[in-house]
Nanobody, 117 residues
Framework: QVQLAESGGGLVQPGGSLRLSCAAS????????MGWYRQTPGKQRELVAS???????NYADSVKGRFTIAKDNAKNTVYLQMNSLKPEDTAVYYC???????????WGKGTLVTVSE
């Protein structure tokens, strides 16, 4: 079982940057496909970025060129560097893990990102 804890959210002005962290406990993320998702009220949770075991990254079109996902297997942590933030990036951001052999998804509790003047 994997326990995930997100951090790094907050209030930032448009054009600013934030780095989110997702710390995993009780497991080794090197065997998990990790992802960042976000959700706003009344909308479905959407994929922002994911990273495979081989560290191949995939991004939503809306964040390509602005967000970067990375992981540090030694620290059991996944990061989401968010640059050039826009008001439409405002959401609760969640971290997800799924073992590379499949099975259930593990989710963190989320961290709120607000992009506003």
């Amino acid at each position: 079982q994997v326990q995930l804890a997100e951090s790094g959210g907050g209030l930032v002005q448009p054009g600013g940057s934030l780095r989110l962290s997702c710390a995993a406990s009780r497991s080794n993320i090197s065997t998990y496909v990790m992802g960042w998702y976000r959700q706003t009220p009344g909308k479905q949770r959407e994929l922002v970025a994911s990273i495979t075991l081989g560290e191949s990254a995939n991004y939503a079109d809306s964040v390509k060129g602005r967000f970067t996902i990375a992981k540090d297997n030694a620290k059991n942590t996944v990061y989401l560097q968010m640059n050039s933030l826009k008001p439409e990036d405002t959401a609760v951001y969640y971290c997800k893990a799924r073992h590379f052999r499949g099975g259930m998804d593990y989710w963190g509790k989320g961290t709120l990102v607000t992009v506003s003047e």
